[in-house]
């Protein structure tokens, strides 16, 4: 079974400096993996996905994520963050194609971004 | 462009009494439908999903269930409602046969007194 795991309950980071939210992951055959963005009582926004070709993908706001295969890890960096980037961070996971996209979603990191 | 829009936004209900939640998808057809549930603020757990008209899976046993009685209408519903059963509820929706990703509403707050 699929599954995927954030680590970290909380990232807290000052403002300009680098961030990374954790994420690893476990399916049976090719992950399709995703990252997600929730600000307080909203829907969830969609950042940016992996599916196959260069383990860096970049997607919104500024943010990228490095897919390593060896380590079932899809971290979410940004080189420089912003007190707007606080907010709640979801990855997911698919295993593959098929299986009607549904997605299986990790706990969620919290990132507090101080100024 | 697509849309989904969710309704109502908030509801408070006393338990026993009925739940009707619906989404709606604008600008595309055939989408896959998908109803999550977050608790607490944090993790979220699938619900229901539905690949056409008529057809529902069933995630987790539970008091909810689902109906797409349109193409791109979803309505999670409930006879009786349970303590339990507050949360925060989400409506997505993917293209069938993509690469994946599910597009969100703005979900809808359930409190259970």
């Known amino acids: 079974a699929q599954s995927v795991a954030q680590p970290e309950d909380q990232v807290n980071v000052a403002e300009g400096n680098p961030l990374t939210v954790k994420c690893t992951y476990s399916?049976?055959?090719?992950?399709?993996l995703f990252w997600y963005v929730q600000y307080p009582n909203r829907g969830l926004q969609f950042l940016l996905k992996?599916?196959?070709?260069?383990?860096l993908v970049k997607g919104s706001y500024g943010f990228e994520a490095e897919f390593n295969k060896s380590q079932t890890s899809f971290h979410l960096k940004k080189p420089s963050a912003l007190v707007s980037d606080s907010a709640l961070y979801f990855c997911?996971?698919?295993?593959?194609?098929?299986?009607?996209?549904?997605?299986?979603f990790g706990a969620g990191t919290r990132l507090a971004v101080h100024p | 462009s697509q849309t989904i829009h969710q309704w109502p936004a908030t509801l408070v209900q006393p338990v026993g009494s009925p739940l009707s939640l619906e989404c709606t998808v604008e600008?595309?057809?055939?989408?896959?439908l998908y109803w999550y549930r977050q608790a607490a603020g944090r993790g979220l757990q699938l619900l229901f999903y539905?690949?056409?008209?008529?057809?529902i899976s069933s995630e987790v046993p539970q008091n909810l269930s689902a109906s797409r009685p349109q193409d791109r209408q979803f309505i999670l519903s409930s006879k009786k409602l349970l303590l339990s059963d507050s949360g925060f509820y989400l409506c997505?929706?993917?293209?069938?046969?993509?690469?994946?990703?599910?597009?969100f509403g703005e979900g809808s707050r359930l409190t259970v007194l």
């Open positions: 997505a929706w993917s293209v069938g046969s993509s690469t994946g990703e599910l597009f």
């Open positions: 399916v049976s055959g090719n992950p399709y």
């Open positions: 992996y599916i196959t070709g260069d383990n």
């Open positions: 997911a996971v698919r295993d593959g194609p098929g299986g009607y996209n549904k997605l299986i």
């Open positions: 600008g595309t057809s055939n989408p896959n």
């Open positions: 539905s690949v056409g008209i008529g057809q």
